[in-house]
């Protein structure tokens, strides 16, 4: 077996274990993640009638992970670990 093609291997097992346990993690941690998106909420300002309301920067992050984007990746990545796992072993 080539050098190159035995890295090639071990590369697409390191992105699909990084592909599941980056999403399994998601998953796990959309609780707290939830209850920090709703703590900011509530510590947000209020609009009011009198003043305009002020322009408010928000950030490009996910209040919490989707569950359908977190498990299509899971499974991707799935797959892609048991193909490299038996590209290895063949």
């Not at 998601?26 to 609009?47: I, M, N, Q, V």
């Amino acid at each position: 077996m080539n050098f190159y093609d035995e890295v090639l291997r071990e590369l697409l097992l390191a992105l699909g274990a990084a592909l599941v346990v980056g999403n399994l993690y998601a998953l796990a941690k959309r609780r707290s993640d939830r209850r920090g998106a709703e703590a900011a909420l509530a510590r947000a300002p209020r609009p009011s009638r009198y003043r305009p309301p002020a322009r408010v920067v928000q950030a490009l992050d996910l209040p919490t992970a989707p569950v359908g984007r977190s498990l299509a990746f899971l499974a991707i990545g799935l797959v892609i670990t048991v193909w490299a796992l038996a590209s290895l072993a063949a």
